[in-house]
């Protein structure tokens, strides 16, 4: 059997990872962002309460049994 060469990083300029600099695992929701869930489906995203009462009226009338 023929011998494993290991070949050895070059030591160069060390990583400099911060955790500002890395992605987080999942984003946090937006201040102010209102979602509309039917059956905790989401259904859309409103900037506003008056906004996504709205839609859910305009649901409630297009679906009623929902």
Do not use: F
């Amino acid at each position: 059997m023929a011998p494993r060469v290991i070949k050895l990083r070059e030591q160069g300029e060390p990583r400099q990872d911060t955790e500002a600099e890395l992605p987080p695992q999942r984003k946090s929701p937006a201040v102010g962002r209102y979602l509309l869930q039917v059956d905790r489906q989401t259904k859309g995203s409103y900037g506003t309460a008056q906004a996504a009462e709205a839609a859910g009226i305009l649901i409630k009338k297009n679906y009623p049994k929902v």
